[in-house]
């Protein structure tokens, strides 16, 4: 494991456009708070808008007169990515950070999107996809630093070409697990055709740990008659101190390799504990799971079939 990234200061943002799916709760909010606290401009797309509504009032009572927009998407609708992508590009306003968080965990039983695709696989990463093509003049036009957020999960994953998307075969962690190590794909990759393409944009990838967020809540009780037991479980680890830890602490790799200079592209960030479960964050080698370059370029090629989109061909 390496060192410990002991920087975590965050350069003065004023002046800087930043767009953070997921920011409703969790460690999108924690992270926007921070962003509005270095003085950038927030635009905040959520499927909630009473939730979206909440969020904003916090942020500006830790940052009175934070620069707050909400926007309406449904990551697991492609016409809603779509639409927000043409209303911002509309705009015409250049983007500097675009932070990829939003996602759905663990569901028991399989759902699919409005497109037909698994929730978890078509929201956590198809819907992300979907965005950074729709917003790609803008983040070309901001020399934009793209951070796409994975999970521990994603060692774990292998791709499956002939049921990627668990038609066959439906396991809620397997598919978890998948949706995360497409995100970490999708980011490594972004990277490598920015830089071959003279994009300027720099892609990294952040994993915040065991964190105590709403996902241990809404995925697993999707669909059931009873709660879940996870989030049961999660708070009495964390009133231990034992393998999770709070907003404030998960944030932190998403937050360096958001806002450091010394974040590069092409790289893997998280905590530096046990198993990262926990620590405070550090640069992760690459999981084996991600290190096939074929399979990049395989998910990038079927991505942009299943978001119906296309990036500047490399």
Not at 173 to 191: C, T
């Amino acid at each position: 494991m390496r060192a410990a990234l002991k920087d975590l200061s965050v350069p003065d943002l004023s002046g800087k456009l930043a767009v953070v799916t997921g920011a409703s709760d969790g460690v999108g909010l924690g992270l926007a708070a921070r962003l509005a606290r270095a003085g950038a401009e927030l635009v905040l797309p959520v499927r909630n808008p009473r939730k979206g509504a909440a969020a904003v009032e916090r942020i500006r009572a830790g940052v009175p007169g934070a620069a707050v927009t909400l926007r309406d998407l449904d990551l697991a609708a492609l016409d809603s990515v779509a639409a927000l992508g043409r209303t911002l590009r509309d705009e015409g306003r250049p983007i500097h950070v675009l932070v990829n968080n939003a996602g759905v965990m663990t569901p028991p039983t399989r759902h699919t999107t409005a497109d037909g695709l698994e929730l978890q696989f078509g929201t956590n990463h198809i819907g992300h996809v979907a965005l950074t093509a729709g917003l790609l003049p803008l983040l070309r036009a901001g020399g934009a630093r793209v951070t796409t957020m994975s999970s521990s999960a994603a060692r774990y994953a292998r791709l499956d070409w002939d049921d990627l998307q668990a038609e066959r075969r439906y396991s809620p962690v397997r598919a978890y697990n998948v949706s995360k190590l497409a995100n970490l794909l999708f980011g490594l990759e972004l990277d490598r055709r920015s830089r071959a393409a003279g994009w300027g944009i720099t892609s990294n990838v952040a994993h915040p740990g065991t964190t105590l967020t709403n996902l241990y809540a809404s995925g697993p009780n999707l669909g059931r008659a009873r709660p879940s037991p996870q989030k049961a479980i999660m708070g009495r680890l964390a009133s231990w101190g034992v393998f999770v830890h709070g907003v404030d602490a998960g944030m932190q790799p998403a937050l360096y390799a958001v806002t450091s200079p010394g974040a590069a592209g092409g790289r893997f960030y998280g905590p530096d504990g046990v198993g990262q479960f926990t620590g405070g964050p550090t640069e992760l080698p690459i999981y084996r799971s991600a290190r096939n370059p074929e399979d990049s370029v395989r998910l990038w090629d079927v991505s942009e079939q299943l978001a119906g989109v296309t990036f500047a061909a490399v």
